[in-house]
């Protein structure tokens, strides 16, 4: 029987195209390098919101428009704290990687279903992240400074502009080895 990420994979294979691995992202919660940034960012903006909307709450002198204009910061605040955590446990509960003789396949989206081809030729930079536990992120080219400390984070659009990577798979080297090796062979 095969697994959901091979299922996935497979309807996006052409004709002659041979899958040699397919697999998801760890699954659950994760705490990311990034976070080093956000944890103490979120809290920092959270704290501040939330001051401010108790502070306009318990006057009773302060405008309607001051309670108005410290909510949208409040939910951005709840949502960095916690909510990013579970908006990026689900992003990776709906991602599928898949690697074939041809191209690497990244298949992922919240409300649609977004299908990226990485024909496995025109790489020419893949970055590989191991841990000790042997679990890691392949990276299909180099990221941007500008966008470097949003890397892995569950904010929304962000994935647009990073580059795209096989994150926090099991096996990691092996996997890097095998795309190595169908770079090689269709050479």
Known sequence: ???????????ELGGGERLLWSGMPRQGFQIRASDIFMIPFSLMWGGFAFFWEYSVLVSNRAPFFFTLWGAPFVL???????????????????????????????????????????SLQNLNEISLNERSDGS?????????????????????????????SFELIDDVRKVYDLIKQAQRSKS
């Open 1 to 11: 029987m095969t697994n959901p990420a091979e299922q996935a994979v497979e309807r």
């Open 136 to 164: 890691g992120n392949i990276l299909f080219g180099s990221i941007s400074p500008m966008y470097a400390m949003w890397y892995g984070t569950a904010w929304p659009g962000m994935s647009r502009r990073l580059v795209p």
């Open 76 to 118: 951005v605040g709840i949502y960095m704290i916690v909510g990013r955590f579970f908006v990026d446990s689900y992003q990776r509960s709906q991602t599928y990687y898949g690697l074939t003789d041809e191209r690497a396949l990244i298949l992922s989206g919240l409300l649609t279903r977004e299908v990226k081809s990485l």
